[in-house]
């Protein structure tokens, strides 16, 4: 009977019969027949943002967005698919395109605004879904918050409504004890990657794209008050794998442009280089943005799992233990970000590094420990300064300041452009060279914690959690199943006593990883049938015949966690 009741729960979800204008009814599904366009009811606390975001003008937006460029996104995504394809079926390897007349040629992307001159530091991961949080960065002194629906937050119907209203209120002034927009750290407001779907909204009978969803809206709201106030509006962009990705994202800013009156060009947009195929077509993705470009950025986890997602059948590029063998060190990332850093500065755009994601202990006065952090960041980030970044971010409130003395000390000015980098040669080799080492047992175990953890952190909603010290979220979650998954897959052999990592050795491993949080976690039912609901979910993803391209598309896809925050309990049918 209770599989009979949560079938029939999911069936009346998606029942169409119903009014915007009218209350919902019982399965909270809204539609407004004149334009094609369904949307899911709010939960009763997110009623007041649910009616200030989704005004029928809003909605028409959304839906006017959505259809002009519904096609591309479709067909783009299935042309990610034939390009694996034919890298599976040829055995080839990406390289630079022969047509290389866009990066010999002298151009460069339009100047970006006075406050995206400096951007020394970045607090990443900021879900504007969590208040406090994103208030407490608001008031700090970074030049810039990595406003994230993407890799540390959770897309819930809930946490969409909340974190787009808040920023809504941010950009308004209607936060109480927090400044107007002008004197705020500048928003760099990171849409899902377009991977994503909105499950609560539907045009025309199809989901509509998570990015579109969290950038109409967000331009819609913010973007003129941000302009008024010289304030943005300004972005991140996740993931693209190459030239044409980007392009669809220039039109998407230009057609929005038009359509809100707002003059082309000020839509700026700071991508993500965190697939390898994206590397090979750095000039070609900042000329696709050219008049919206606010240059690149190094993600060093989502880059290293895209190896495994686009070549991890192949023993070659078995990634070995990342805790001890994969850093910016390393020959491939070291290439990588010289390769930013060179092509963000002949094409005059910021390029900046990567996140810290380790946390400082709570007592600095007393701690040893805060100085051994302190001095692992510091001397991380200063090699990256050194190889001539912009800026790059931090997750900890408490590095904003010491990051930023590092610049000063280490630099002379608000950027670094004329570190032009006229050395550096790479090379597809220099690109695609795996590093050599080993997997451990610390480092399987670590893996194995992570993602079984983030998988427990979004059935809980949140978007990140903390482990060890550091930060981890949708990145590092990417990288920590996509190893297990390999090394099973090509049973790779434990460096300290050559045992070959099984499925059943991993099973043993995720139950230690179970028994050891649950000391830890309240004893509460939920929290252990949702802690194994997690395992089971990861060992799941970890043995799939074919790799699984996206952590967060499997989960926010899945039953188990869709009907989890639809009801409130885990069911799994």
Not at 210 to 223: E, I, Q, R, T
Request: glycine share 6%.
């Amino acid at each position: 009977m209770e599989r009979l009741r949560v079938l029939k729960h999911h069936l009346q979800a998606f029942s169409p019969d119903q009014h915007y204008c009218a209350a919902s009814d019982r399965n909270g599904r809204q539609s407004i027949r004149q334009l094609g366009v369904e949307i899911t009811d709010p939960p009763a606390h997110l009623r007041h943002a649910f009616d200030t975001l989704l005004t029928q003008e809003a909605v028409k937006f959304l839906q006017e967005l959505v259809q002009e460029f519904q096609d591309s996104v479709d067909q783009m995504l299935i042309a990610r698919q034939l390009k694996k394809l034919e890298f599976d079926m040829s055995g080839k390897l990406p390289d630079f395109g022969k047509d290389d007349g866009v990066r010999k040629a002298k151009w460069t992307v339009a100047s970006v605004p006075q406050r995206l001159q400096c951007r020394h530091v970045d607090l990443g991961d900021v879900s504007p879904s969590n208040m406090d949080h994103f208030a407490a960065a608001l008031n700090s002194s970074a030049q810039g918050i990595q406003t994230d629906f993407d890799d540390g937050h959770c897309p819930t119907w809930a946490n969409q409504i909340a974190g787009l209203y808040n920023v809504y209120q941010a950009v308004h002034g209607q936060l109480p004890g927090v400044a107007m927009i002008e004197h705020l750290p500048v928003l760099m407001m990171r849409p899902r990657a377009w991977n994503m779907v909105e499950t609560n909204v539907l045009v025309n009978g199809k989901q509509v794209p998570g990015p579109l969803f969290d950038f109409g809206l967000l331009m819609f709201h913010n973007a003129r008050r941000l302009l008024k106030t010289n304030s943005g509006p300004y972005f991140y962009l996740s993931k693209l794998e190459g030239r044409l990705e980007a392009r669809i994202w220039d039109k998407v800013f230009s057609w929005t442009e038009n359509k809100l009156g707002l003059p082309h060009g000020c839509v700026k947009a700071c991508v993500l280089i965190e697939n390898v195929l994206a590397s090979f077509e750095m000039d070609e993705i900042l000329f696709e943005l050219r008049d919206h470009s606010a240059g690149l950025n190094c993600g060093i986890w989502d880059y290293s799992a895209s190896f495994i997602n686009k070549f991890g059948d192949r023993k070659s590029f078995l990634l070995p233990d990342r805790n001890k063998y994969v850093s910016m060190d390393r020959h491939f990332l070291r290439s990588y970000m010289d390769l930013v850093v060179a092509t963000c500065h002949r094409r005059g755009c910021p390029a900046t590094g990567g996140m810290a994601a380790l946390l400082l202990p709570n007592s600095p006065a007393s701690s040893s420990d805060y100085e051994k952090v302190l001095h692992s960041v510091q001397r991380a980030k200063g090699k990256e300064i050194k190889a001539g970044v912009d800026g790059f971010m931090v997750y900890d409130l408490g590095l904003v300041k010491p990051m930023q003395e590092l610049f000063k000390t280490l630099t002379t000015g608000e950027n670094q452009y004329n570190v032009t980098r006229d050395e550096v040669a790479v090379t597809a080799q220099d690109l695609l060279l795996m590093p050599s080492g080993g997997v451990t047992r610390n480092g399987l175990k670590h893996n194995i914690s992570v993602g079984i953890l983030f998988i427990d952190s979004w059935l809980k909603g949140e978007g990140h959690f903390r482990l060890n010290g550091a930060i981890e979220d949708s990145a590092t979650a990417e990288i920590s199943r996509s190893q297990v998954w390999q090394c099973i897959r090509h049973q790779a052999l434990l460096e300290e006593d050559g045992q070959i990592v099984t499925l059943q050795m991993v099973q043993s491993v995720a139950s230690s990883v179970v028994r050891d949080h649950l000391s830890v976690i309240s004893d509460r039912p939920g929290n252990y049938s949702r802690l194994l609901t997690a395992a089971q979910i990861f060992l799941e993803i970890i043995t799939k015949k074919q790799f699984p391209e996206f952590i967060t598309s499997y989960l926010s896809q899945s039953h188990t966690w869709l009907n989890f925050h639809q009801t409130g309990k885990v069911n799994v049918l």
